[in-house]
């Protein structure tokens, strides 16, 4: 027997009870507490992106924020000087562009981050001693809530800045301290997460959207105004970690490699639509192998393997944990393929960076398809498809034809923002406050969007029953979300029999 799954119903009234808890808490005085179901609310819905906004919650942030940080009543900002707060400090996301870009524009910088890290990759700290010793750099060492919060807003008011730019995961610890902050200081979002729910609308000022998409769900259902939206498009770092190699498999004589890869979500959809495509190639050109890199967990490690032997893939289809030397990866595959239904924008510019032709398919009337918008700033030209049939014709040339596959590559790499131009577009944004490219939001089929993040909790490949059940207890989950609370014994009855008929 299958046990039950959850609707999208019942996830959104799990979320509910989950806020009531957060509001119950600060009421009660216990900010802390409250701060923690604030912060398992930010969870749940980046988890599923029904909503990307929550006005009550930003709301209950900022009456937090008048508890438990002193209030300045005169703040006096230092010409010139620049806060660069980063929930990463990783290499390849969006700081070190910035940090950049503000260090050539003669500002006086602070890099502030949390002691605490992915271990998995690359701090960045050590690269911005070695490349901008100028900067200060400042690492707040992380420990309750309340008391993480209160230590980036002192060191923020100490280094008394002018702006300051937000780097944040969509649950940071730094969101009571960003609603603290005197209104004369300017604040921005990098809106690193477009496609997803994020805290802090009603604490900033201004947003740094990457693209078009980001701009449209900003305006249509985050209640951001077109005045505080800044377009910059940016452009990819390349760490310089040695290439590591390949399995022999990929470099056989007269092979073509694809390389692929990103957070297995964004491959699984109820179509495996990607899938199809990558069978349709193994299967047409026996030239190719696939290598997939991806952080590998046990969400998506079952299905790679059954896929692999089902298909009799075993040395044509190889899959790896995330490669730090993906730039290298990148610069020795022949051909790069996108994601479906998601594809990551740092993934399709780093393959433009280094000169490798971009295979790319999505599905018809995607709103979100990443690639044009992440590369086509110098020039405007078609990369992807959602068409099959012309998906596999360009399949085709890149793999057969040497010289088509080597002038598509360069007309990527081309077409991307340079390094000069995103420094100047930062200064000159930042200088007026004002946008320096056209604001162009389109119209787009939300559901569509919400089909796709729940898809993968219909299909079973997440199971976020129990973590919603414990984070409710049962007398708050028989009040807002009943039918979660019946299916969850429903279940455990389930399981129980399962375990019986395996024994006999």
Known sequence: ??????????????????????IRAYKDGDYERSMQYVRHCATIAQQFNWIYADDELE????????????SHTSYIPIENRVVLFDDFCVSF??????????VVAGKEVMYLTLSQHDERFANITSTIKEKYPAVKIVSVTQQSIIKTSVDIYNEIMSFSPQKILFHMTANSLAFPAVYALPQSIDTYIINLADQTFWFGTKAIKYVLEFRQFGVSVSQQRRGILPHQQLLVPFYPIVDDNPFQGFPNEC??????????????YKVLDEKRMYWHLVKRILDTFSEVVFLFATKIDGMGIDFLKSFIHENHYEGRFIYTKFRPDINEVMAHADIFMGTCPVCGSLMSQLAARNATPILQYYYPGTPDDETEQAICINEQFAISFQDEELFMQEAEKLIKDVTYRKQQGERMQKAMISIPQFNKLVADTLFSNKTQMPLEPFEMDYKQLDDRWFALEKMGHIN????????????????YAPILFVKKQMNRLINYLNRKIKTN
């Open 1 to 22: 027997m299958k046990p039950l799954r959850l609707s999208l119903n019942d996830i959104k009234n799990a979320y509910r009870g989950i806020k009531a808890h957060a």
């Open 59 to 70: 709301n209950l942030l900022k009456e937090i924020s008048t508890k438990i940080v002193p």
């Open 93 to 102: 996301i969006l700081a070190l562009q910035y940090l950049e870009a503000l």
């Open 251 to 264: 470099t056989e004589e007269g092979k073509v490699l694809i390389f692929s890869g990103g957070d297995i």
């Open 464 to 479: 976020s029953m129990s973590y919603l059940y414990g984070l409710l207890g049962e007398q708050k989950c028989m009040e």
